[in-house]
């Protein structure tokens, strides 16, 4: 189904759910059940608040700009002095994070010095989470030229008590060091050979000159080095991979929703938010009237859209004109026959996810638990054990909006940073799917898993919630080049094969 159309396709999303009072006295429960799982995360802690830390030049806008995915953050400093580190520096294009600066220490200087660590110490007696520093980026450019790499400011700071909040020492600029190497190199040899003897050298240069001198100060902290060319994007998600690392269950969550460069730290988060959600759910055992699957299923669609944290002012992804094309993806792994087919509709003048809610007939309602994607085909087939036809439908759905997403991800990257969701993007996403054949393989999978295992056997717990996580995790994509133009087109990355 092309989603072109000469009128514009998509109109701002209904309304949420509305409270409603249920006759058996649970609907406190019930509404409790159904709050998001984004909506949980986001009341305790709406922001992640970060710390970047450093002269002058070193890059730390461009860094920001980068890893949130925005171009208004700007950070930079014409002289020492002019910053305000209590500043909360947010963006419109991504309302997930606060940004605080400060210039760094200047050789012999003191008083910012001060002035920062009376900031975390400020920070540290905050009694709610959202008030407290959640991360800080010490960053220092990788040096090209002999000299001292941190100032006497700098090694104190790396060796004050920074009440937990975990340091990732930034190592800026690494494409300098290989341009001028590059430009040194002498060596007679092909031009792959050359590259590989300049990023080893660069490699050693990196461990003497920056590495060594910062172990000599502390081993408490993290490092990673980056560079905000193209050429070295995987420096950039390194740097979010390391900054996942150093935080707890509570933050980690919210540092996936708050980036921007990494696909893999947006997926984990879906997986992990399930997971949380599924054994609650299950453990609880509820099953209480009052709520219908065309209910449940627009929250959980809203809660994967949420966890990927698009710029979409005009909310083109929760519209119900987008969860429709979604719907429309799974109906070849409808198995039902055509009686099912017609009892089942419950489809209304009010509007409907499409194919995926008409398997339930209109009179079933229920109540399940929030979950971003992977928990809840678990957690229906539980509810509709005699029922794996819905589990088949429900795991299409979930896989494919996931993996769309995905595809959407590098969409909007290729063209260009800072960039807001447009309806052409969302016709690529769906073009690149259906061309890799992902659409393909994500289908004959669950076809298989549901065709193949026992149905008691979908009855224990975890099954099909691993199957699910196991088919998420191994469709991945890259963009890949098209002659000497910008990254256009995606190629698919999996384990698994294609049927010949």
């Keep these: 189904m092309s989603i072109h159309s000469n009128t514009p396709l998509f109109t701002p999303p209904s309304p949420g759910l509305s409270s409603r009072t249920v006759s058996n006295g649970n609907s406190t429960i019930i509404e409790q ?40 953050a700007n950070v930079s400093h014409e002289q020492s002095g002019v ?6 520096i947010t963006s419109e294009q991504n309302s997930r994070f606060i940004l605080h600066d400060s210039q760094g220490f200047a ?45 006497t ?23 300098l060091l290989v341009r001028k190497l590059e430009k040194e190199a002498v060596e007679d040899v092909d031009d792959e050979r050359l590259e590989e003897l300049v990023r080893q050298k660069a490699e050693g240069i990196f461990e003497r000159t920056c590495v060594r001198p910062l172990m000599a100060i502390t081993t408490n902290h993290s490092y990673v080095k980056v560079s905000n060319s193209e050429r070295y994007r995987n420096t950039l998600i390194h740097l979010v991979d390391e900054t996942r690392n150093r935080l707890d269950d509570r933050m980690w969550i919210l540092w996936a ?5 990494s696909v893999d730290e947006k997926i984990d988060a879906c997986i992990a938010v399930g997971k949380r959600k599924y054994w609650r759910g299950l453990a609880a055992s509820l099953h209480f009237p009052g709520r219908n699957l065309k209910e449940c ?17 005009k909310a083109f992804l929760k519209s119900h004109e987008f969860k429709v094309l979604m719907s429309h993806m799974v109906k070849d792994l409808d198995d039902r026959g055509p009686i099912q087919r017609r009892s089942g509709v419950i489809a209304s003048a009010t509007g409907t996810i499409g194919a995926v809610t008409s398997i339930i007939p209109g009179a079933v309602v229920f109540a399940i638990p929030a979950a971003v994607g992977v928990a809840v085909a678990q957690w229906l087939f539980f509810a509709y054990q005699e029922a794996p036809a819905i589990l088949q439908l429900m795991m299409g759905y979930i896989c494919d ?30 073009d690149a799917l259906k061309e890799t054949g992902a659409q393909k393989l994500i289908h004959q999978k669950i076809r298989v898993f549901i065709d193949d295992t026992a149905t008691f056997k979908l009855h224990q717990k975890d099954v099909a919630l691993d199957e699910l996580i196991k088919i998420i995790r191994n469709v991945r994509f890259k963009p890949e080049e098209v002659g000497n133009s910008r990254r256009r087109t995606l190629s698919m990355i999996s384990q698994y094969s294609l049927p010949l």
């Design 401 to 430: 909006l996931t993996t769309l997403l995905q595809c959407l991800f590098w969409v909007m990257r290729v063209h260009g940073e800072a960039i807001e969701l447009e309806e052409d993007f969302i016709a690529l996403a769906f």
């Design 297 to 313: 299923l627009h929250r959980i669609h809203d809660d994967i859209i949420d966890v990927w944290n698009f710029s979409d002012p």
């Design 153 to 175: 400011a700098d090694q104190k700071f790396l060796q004050l008590n920074l009440h937990n909040v975990p340091v990732v020492v930034v190592f800026t600029k690494f494409d």
């Design 257 to 261: 929703l708050a980036q921007r460069a």
């Design 33 to 72: 059940e159904l709050v998001s799982s984004t909506e949980e995360i986001l009341a305790a802690c709406p922001k992640f608040r970060i710390l970047v830390l450093g002269k002058s030049g070193a890059g730390k806008s461009s860094l920001i700009n980068a890893t949130f995915n925005v171009d208004q």
């Design 107 to 151: 050789a012999g200087e003191t008083q910012n010095f001060e002035t920062v660590k009376k900031f975390l110490d400020d920070r540290a007696r905050q009694p709610e989470l959202k008030d407290r520093l959640h991360a800080i980026w010490f960053c220092v450019e990788v040096p090209t030229e002999n000299g001292a790499l941190f100032e």
């Design 83 to 88: 910053s305000d580190i209590y500043e909360e």
